[in-house]
């Protein structure tokens, strides 16, 4: 076991909890009766096991993240939860009460169970005296507040507009009412933009009266991360975020750079101030800030802030208190991990020599120039080892499906509690880095046409037996604590009998125990969602997350065109021939739309001379359609939309448009009796809000 541990412990899943295939069984662990879920389980005895290695290899002694997290504390407010316009509760800090009881919980790697307490700060804290402030733990991100000469200079407002206006008057209620002079948006996810109208009006951003700064390229990046596999990632998040458990010992417990994410409005303002050069000087109300572009790191435009007149570091979420997703398993492009640890570099031999404190928009500050720079390496050397030593191995013949088993973080890294993967996971982000470069394939021709999971798996199990021998097998390997094995033939046999509820049952134990074992939350939390879901199924379905007008209005009429032809279903579309010209008259724009090959394609800027269609609409109108509020008829009948030509095409389009929710099945069997309730034709499900890691 110990050989297994210098990878393990790295990236805190349950290799060094596999012990050899065929030892003598342990006893099934019984259902627990202070499980939340009735068939769940506790800790089995190798989790528990893993769980002594890891407190005895990792260094628990070294408590400054601990100090840190604390230094600067002004007051806490008297509410746990904050409720959201519409009625509901959109934050719940008192949900996670119980992980200040001081206990062990033997349901939690060790290491998470510490990042978990960390990110237990809530109420406003002081980070440079009397001029940076923020306040922690109202949503997933951190809001900060820079004291400017007349009012406050907001970095990054948080997801929901209901947890920033009450952050905002939580400040304004400790240290005296000052008004929004500028926000920054640091980048392009929604938990640093999305509660924006809960600390500025937007006809005060309209007349310069307000100043709203981002990296260029944040509109754009802002919107299309999240629109044309939308419905997919979001499905894929309700298992990275863990929706469907509660937020308890056995289930849901950290999202590693916050609690969780604010179920608030959703908006956005656009930024009237961007940032285009490497590095640029903005003063405002009194304050100098130094903004570092950083693209092609944790989002597509990301940029940090060195504010020199008090020696002090923004971070954006380049640096924060984990290492992060170079593949984030929700899906979604592949990240540069040699770049990032640039940008990092940059940031170190720009503003690390001389800052006096880093803060950032998750996690704790650090102060004192020599632990910012320890921290600075940290992170530039985890990101930079990930991609060097992986393609490494990748030029001596290693594949995608062998890296995640051979890669191993230096064991000086392994010592940093700033280099530890509680966001990212290290076996997931060198096969990323893999995929960056070389893409899904290993090279092997076995796999360049790898059969579906439900044409293989009976197959598999016809070979192995037959379901009976299967299950025995499984049970064994459950027992003995190899857990990875056990899946790999479990998982073949769930799809080949999908209704086969022992064998449903068995690996909802064994991914029981790797969510337990895990210290990457994205990997506790998939294993435990889908333990919950092959037990349970999909409740009715999971809702989207809802989002303001504002994020529909930023989705270029384009995109939108995209993600139509994305919905229509190509076999009925077949035969089909038309061609459709779009003008959107209050904004100038025109396009044209053409079916053929089964194909529907857009191009800007152009008009066919003769098409079968003419729509005219103004985009202020054609909002209503997207966000289904109204339809091209009800359009048409007010007065708002004119149609000229043949509508046969237009209405054969509608009629091929596929609805997508997010409540498909990811393991056979799971899917709900009451599905969701599907868009109208033309609607953009609000699911892009979901870029928030």
Known sequence: MAACLTAASATGLAAAAETTPGAAPAETQPIHPGHFDPLGRGPSRFTIELREVLKATLPFEDQRDFEEAKKGFIAEPSY???????????????????????????????????????????GLYEVVPGRIYQVRGYDLANISFIKGDTGWIIFDPLTAKETARAALEFINEQLGERPVVGVVYSHSHVDHFGGVRGVVD????????????????????????????????????????????ERHPHGHVDQAIGKNVANGNTDLIPPNRLVSKDFEEITLDGVKMVFQNAPDTEAPVEMNTYFPQFKAL????????????????????????INWSKEINEALYAFGQEAEVMFASHSWPRWGNERIQEVLRAQRDTYANLNNQTLHYVNQGVTINEIHNVYEVPQSLQQQWAARSYHGDVQNNVRGVVNRFLGHYDGNPTNLIPLSPADSAPLYVEMMGGAEKILTRAQQLHDAGAYLHATEILDKLVFAEPQNQAARRLLADTFEQLGYQAESTSVRNSFLQGAFELRNGLPGGVPPRTTGPDVIRAMSTEQWLDFVAISMDPKKAEGLAFTINLVTPDNGEQYLVEMSNATLTTIKGFQMKNPDL??????????????????????????KATFDGDRTGFDQL?????????????????????????PKPFEVLQQIDLEYD
């Open 202 to 245: 937007e006809a005060d951003v309209a007349s310069g009266k307000v100043m709203v700064i981002a990296p260029e390229g944040f509109m754009e990046a802002a919107i299309s991360e999240n629109v044309f596999a939308g419905n997919a990632m979001s499905r894929r998040t309700q298992w990275q975020y863990a929706v469907l458990l």
């Open 654 to 678: 509608r009629s091929i448009l596929v609805p997508f929710t997010p409540d498909f099945e990811i393991l056979p069997g799971t899917a709900p009796q009451q599905p969701m309730a599907p």
């Open 314 to 337: 923004w971070s954006s979420e380049i640096i924060t208190g984990t290492i992060h997703n170079i593949y984030t398993i929700r899906g979604a492009a592949v990240r540069n991990a």
């Open 614 to 639: 003419t729509i005219t609409v103004n985009r202020a109108d054609l909002n209503g359609v997207m966000m289904g509020e109204a339809s091209f008829d009800d359009l048409i009948k007010a007065g």
């Open 80 to 122: 746990k939860q904050i409720m959201a316009d519409a009625g509901h509760v959109a934050w719940d800090m008192g949900s996670y009460q119980w992980l200040l009881e001081g206990k062990d919980f033997e349901s939690i790697n060790p290491s998470l169970q510490r990042q978990a307490v960390l990110n237990m700060a809530y």
